[in-house]
């Protein structure tokens, strides 16, 4: 199941997925997607600072250990790697990194149990394979990973 609804937290319409096991109850199931849901929206915004912050904390891990075949010689040879990647994708604040991540989807999962959990997955120009995202426990960040591994 697919939908949009407003975010409080990232201040835009956002979609939502929810991927349930078929073999569950659906009016338990129904229950705790709403439930989860409303999980999501109760999320405080003062998270979305540390959500920047992690995001530019990934943006610059990257940044150091990365060699992009897309920056131009010349850029690396005159900055070296690190300020090159960064004049390459330009970005030099969180603000500018939280910008450039592109938020896709806000998953719902796991309701087996009566604790709600979401990841709000980011593609990001300079991580593409692997992008960004945050998981979410009843409300509250639990964890910050790569999106798809």
């Avoid at 796991?110 to 593609?123: A, G, N």
């Avoid at 593409?128 to 960040?141: M, N, R, Y």
Wanted: hydrophobic share 30%; charged share 30%.
């Amino acid at each position: 199941m697919n939908k949009t609804i407003y975010s409080k937290l990232f201040d835009k319409e956002v979609t939502l997925s929810v991927y349930q096991d078929q073999s569950q109850n659906n009016e338990d199931v129904s229950r705790r997607i709403d439930e989860s849901i409303n999980a999501f929206l109760r999320i405080d915004t003062s998270n979305l600072q540390i959500i920047k912050s992690e995001i530019w904390k990934h943006y610059n891990t990257c940044m150091v250990n990365i060699g992009y075949g897309c920056v131009p010689d010349e850029l690396i040879e005159e900055h070296g790697n690190t300020k090159a990647n960064q004049i390459y994708f330009g970005c030099f604040d969180e603000e500018c990194t939280y910008k450039k991540a592109k938020l896709t989807e806000v998953y719902f999962h796991d309701f087996e149990t009566e604790t709600s959990y979401c990841s709000v997955f980011f593609d990001i120009p300079w991580e593409d394979e692997h992008g960004f995202a945050v998981h979410f426990k009843d409300s509250e960040i639990d964890s910050f990973t790569k999106k798809n591994g």
